[in-house]
């Protein structure tokens, strides 16, 4: 690292090819050409292909735009493989692993561009996507002049051009016979400083999916406890402290909430699973880590019943769409079950997301899709906090808020909203196991 904390951009870089240009792609891609290498990146959707030889961003990540500006002229992006193939070796594979109806990756786009590539002594596919363990084996034997390179990604969201230069530990994972490629791979990250963890491709596959399981299980482990809190009195948010500051546990995805989201942990978990499955091993942990997953989501509706009764003809807004805040993915977003288990109930869901709308108004059709929060608000037997955009923060909760709803009722699904102003205004205000005694009876606005 240079002195002022950011990478040493070095002349005659090694030039890099990034296939597949959604969330993933763009950041390898776009990060590369600010450590100073020419980028040769390549999509099969032609409007992307487009929009971003215009230089728009087609997602939502934070500082994305601006080093997509700053580093236009390193940034090669076209629809068309053969380029990527003459001007760079190492290929990085950052295509879409969808899951299937089984909880197995859906690996198809992969394959296609294993085939696309062929056989080639002078390229290495170096592998972003998450792929189920045994995967790199079964492709290097598929092609075997193709060298093959696991290379697992641990970006989040919103945060993914930062995890990208500041990363806690990179995996490199190789066989013998892809060792020099390793050793290339490798070289690339060492201006970002961190440790990088040298291993055979199964393993590397494995820290993946182990990591994000993990991660799982914490959350799942938290949402647990707060359940439990709720019955017996404590408060989560007290316990996760208590236990954090312990340095064997850590204070980090200790959150209590309404259920994990997003692309990367439930499809992640359920291959997991399903792998340890296929081999014969039941990982009961892993059941149970997505049982409560999914009951943790239902249980905002029993806390909306608990004081409205039938939620027949009942208005609820929800705030937020996107399974996290600063991204507009909704991808296994917990809104979408909760909306539709509304809409089962029989109430009338009214949704607002700062960014996420749009997608929201094509995947819930029977939800009313609203402009602002105040708009979702007005008129509202109950409010659900979805996700925790600072923007719900600084809703005026004790003055306009209280005066559009019908019933002043606040289920806060991560914990976000400041409850004593909250209960002071009059709300009823219900958390994920957090003490009882802040909880007011609601009466009519
Ligand atoms: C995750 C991993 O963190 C990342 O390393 C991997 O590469 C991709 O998957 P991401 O899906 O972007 O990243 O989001 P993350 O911030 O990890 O949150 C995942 C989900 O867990 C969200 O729905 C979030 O709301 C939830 N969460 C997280 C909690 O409920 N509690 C917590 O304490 C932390």
């Known amino acids: 690292m240079s002195s002022n904390g950011q990478p040493r951009v070095t002349s005659e870089l090694e030039p890099i090819g990034v296939i597949g240009a959604g969330w993933v792609g ?49 940034l090669h992006v076209t629809a068309d493989l053969a380029p990527v193939l003459e001007r760079a070796e190492l290929l990085f594979c950052c295509v879409d692993t969808p899951p299937t109806y089984s909880g197995d990756a859906d690996l198809s786009r992969v394959e296609q561009v294993v085939d696309e590539i062929g056989e080639s002594g002078d390229h290495a596919l170096v592998m972003k996507s998450t792929v189920p363990v045994g995967t790199g084996r079964a492709i290097a034997r598929r092609r075997e002049s193709l060298g093959y390179v696991a290379n697992p990604e641990f970006l989040k969201e919103g945060t993914a051009v930062a995890d990208f230069m500041h990363p806690d530990r990179l995996v490199v994972g190789a066989g013998d016979e892809a060792a020099s490629f390793a050793d290339r791979v490798a070289a690339l990250y060492e201006p970002l400083g961190a440790p990088i963890v040298r291993t055979d491709v199964e393993s590397a596959e494995m820290i993946k999916l182990a990591s994000n399981a993990f991660l799982a299980t914490k959350i799942s482990f938290i949402n647990e406890i707060a359940n439990v809190s709720e019955e017996l009195g404590a408060d989560v948010a007290e316990v996760a402290r208590g236990m954090g500051l312990d340095e064997r546990i850590g204070p ?78 909704v991808r296994e ?60 923060r600084e809703l005026d909760w004790a003055g306009e808020v209280r005066e559009r709803m019908a019933t002043p009722l606040v289920v806060d699904g991560r914990n976000f909203l400041d409850r004593e102003a909250l209960a002071d205004a009059g709300f009823a205000y219900e958390g994920v196991g957090r003490r009882r005694a802040a909880v007011r009876t609601p009466s009519p606005a």
Request: glycine fraction near 10%.
């Open 333 to 392: 977003a917990t809104s979408l079950v909760l909306a539709a288990r509304l809409m089962g109930e029989g109430a009338n869901v009214r949704v607002f997301d700062p960014v996420a709308g749009e997608r929201a108004a094509e995947l819930l059709p029977g939800a009313e899709v609203c402009r602002s929060a105040i708009e979702a608000l007005d008129g509202a037997a109950g409010a659900v906090l979805v996700t925790e955009w600072p923007e719900f």
């Open 26 to 74: 763009l950041v390898t891609a776009v990060c590369f050409a600010e450590l100073g290498h020419e980028v040769h990146c390549r999509d099969i959707v032609r409007e992307k292909v487009d929009a971003l030889a215009r230089g728009e961003v087609p997602i939502h990540e934070p500082q994305l735009p601006d080093l997509l500006e700053r580093n236009r002229e390193r």
């Open 252 to 329: 980090q995805f200790l959150r209590a909430g309404i259920g994990y989201g997003g692309s990367c942990f439930p499809k992640d978990v359920s291959s997991l699973k399903q792998l340890a499955g296929n081999s014969g091993y039941h990982f009961q942990l892993l059941t149970a880590v997505i049982e409560v997953n999914e009951l943790q989501k239902r249980r905002t509706i029993g806390k909306l019943k608990k004081h409205l009764g039938s939620l027949v003809g009942h208005d609820v807004a929800l705030l937020g769409v996107a399974f996290k805040p600063h991204t507009d993915d």
